[in-house]
Antibody, heavy 122, light 112 residues
Framework: EVRLLESGGDLVPPGGSLRLSCAAS????????MSWVRQAPGKGLEWVST????????YFADSVKGRFTISRDQSKNTLYLQMHSLRAEDTALYYC???????????????WGQGTLVAVSS | QSVLTQPPSVSGAPGQRVTISCTGS?????????VHWYQQLPGTAPKVLIH???DRPSGVPDRFSGSKSGTSASLVITGLQADDEADYYC????????????FGGGTKLTVL
């Protein structure tokens, strides 16, 4: 059974930094791209970032480019999202999601975690 | 403003059929990229309902079906049930932004 467990969400002041983690199990972690998707309170879903299965390709939404980095530790089956220069509009529930499909342009999210909450406020 | 446009809400009585549209452009749906649909029940994480325009994962009832034509896609739900009440999102890829997956704004389905 695929399981994705996010952690690291917290209340941080504007301009602060935070690192989210997603522990994965139940599948061959290095064989799949992984993504972060966020949902602001009462709003819709927004794709944030994707990393390839090997970790050598990363992609970011324009709203976070230059502020967020995505990485993965294959030995720990863990996905990360490092967030810097946080803004109020980054406040959201951050979901970790496993990518599926081929090619990259047709990827979809076949499994989701339960999310970790990031609140940016002074 | 979402790249993919969905109606904010739809409704139907139990047993009825409803359609949720997802309208894109020539850089996403119209470019031939697949459309996927997700169901988000209240207080839960999204779950894939339809992938690759028309494919249902195992466990998803055949009351749910998807289609795509031109720059638009649709999710059809037949035989509406009370527990279908949820938010529904379409998702695709947009070639105007590197590596960019895009979502519709979401549609709230109310079962009357």
């Amino acid at each position: 059974e695929v399981r994705l467990l996010e952690s690291g969400g917290d209340l941080v002041p504007p301009g602060g930094s935070l690192r989210l983690s997603c522990a994965a199990s139940g599948f061959i972690f290095s064989g799949y791209a992984m993504s972060w998707v966020r949902q602001a309170p009462g709003k819709g879903l927004e794709w944030v970032s994707t990393i390839s299965g090997t970790g050598d390709a990363t992609y970011f939404a324009d709203s976070v480019k230059g502020r967020f980095t995505i990485s993965r530790d294959q030995s720990k089956n863990t996905l990360y999202l490092q967030m810097h220069s946080l803004r109020a509009e980054d406040t959201a529930l951050y979901y970790c999601a496993k990518d599926q499909g081929h090619p990259l342009e047709n990827y979809f999210f076949d499994h989701w975690g339960q999310g970790t909450l990031v609140a940016v406020s002074s | 403003q979402s790249v993919l446009t969905q109606p904010p809400s739809v409704s139907g009585a139990p047993g009825q059929r409803v359609t949720i549209s997802c309208t894109g452009s020539s850089s996403n749906i119209g470019a031939g990229f697949d459309v996927h649909w997700y169901q988000q029940l209240p207080g839960t994480a999204p779950k894939v309902l339809i992938h690759g325009n028309t494919d249902r994962p195992s466990g998803v009832p055949d009351r749910f079906s998807g289609s795509k034509s031109g720059t638009s896609a649709s999710l059809v739900i037949t035989g509406l049930q009370a527990d279908d009440e949820a938010d529904y999102y379409c998702q695709s890829f947009d070639s105007s932004l590197r590596g960019s997956k895009v979502f519709g704004g979401g549609t709230k389905l109310t079962v009357l």
